[in-house]
């Protein structure tokens, strides 16, 4: 048996958890998870439908986006997922979807405001929408000019990866992270419904202010702050 197959059964599972969530259609969309000891992470092969799926179908790669082991070829989105790997080294896990509210924020380029409480359970910030790629990167490497553009959205608006975990890419799609497959999947579903209950909220009244700073630091606080009392011990 392969070394790396506890971390293709992990990257199957949570590939496997996209079409369950209403986050995919068809073969839209990859997650891939990394194992920092050993140097390599697996994703999602391209184009293969999720219930023709299986675990040994997950190809190995190291973060230079080299294969290393693996007879299909990786996701499309590869060099994205290798250079945030390689940028980020907190990361263990990456989502990349084409979710219909989270796309239609990235399509009209705006960031997804903070509104309401069920976002400040999770963030303090808007999510980022990235401005659309130029010409030139376009032109060039593109896969891996989309993870530079994360970096470069990131850097300009002072924002750290480990407090807010996805992105949207002006005229494309979400990318969410996380320190597995399992968060990065769980980060996807989370925006998406984010992005649909701000959307709602604006089409009931466009007008609709941004959540005051009080509530914003009381629910994210009691949630994730030191003295935080949701949930059990």
Not at 176 to 191: H, I, M, P, R, Y
Not at 213 to 233: F, S, T, V
Request: aromatic fraction near 10%; proline fraction near 5%; charged fraction near 25%.
């Amino acid at each position: 048996m392969s070394k790396y197959h506890s971390l293709k059964q992990s990257c199957y599972e949570a590939n496997m958890q996209l079409p369950k969530l209403d986050l995919v259609i068809y073969t839209f969309g990859n997650v891939s998870e990394a194992d920092r000891d050993l140097g390599v992470f697996a994703i999602k092969p391209s184009g293969v439908p999720y219930e023709e799926l299986k675990v040994k179908d997950m190809v190995i790669m190291d973060f230079e986006n080299k294969i290393i082991e693996g007879e299909m070829r990786p996701s499309s989105d590869t060099q994205t997922h290798a250079f945030l790997y390689k940028t980020w080294d907190n990361i263990g896990g990456i989502c990349h979807t084409h979710s219909t509210y989270s796309v239609s924020w990235a399509q009209a380029q705006k960031d997804i405001p903070i509104m309401g409480t069920t976002h400040a359970d999770y963030l303090t910030q808007d999510i980022p929408c990235a401005a659309p790629m130029s010409d030139e990167l376009i032109e060039g490497n593109y896969e891996y000019n989309t993870g530079l553009q994360i970096e470069e959205c990131f850097k300009k608006r002072n924002l750290d990866p480990k407090e807010v975990e996805m992105i949207l890419i002006g005229n494309h799609g979400p990318f969410t992270w996380g320190k597995d497959a399992k968060k990065a999947v769980f980060n996807s579903k989370l925006l998406e419904e984010l992005a649909k209950m701000a959307y709602l909220a604006l089409q009931i009244n466009p007008q609709a202010p941004r959540l005051k700073d009080a509530l914003i630091k009381k629910h994210y606080d009691r949630k994730n702050g030191a003295n935080a009392y949701y949930g059990q011990e």
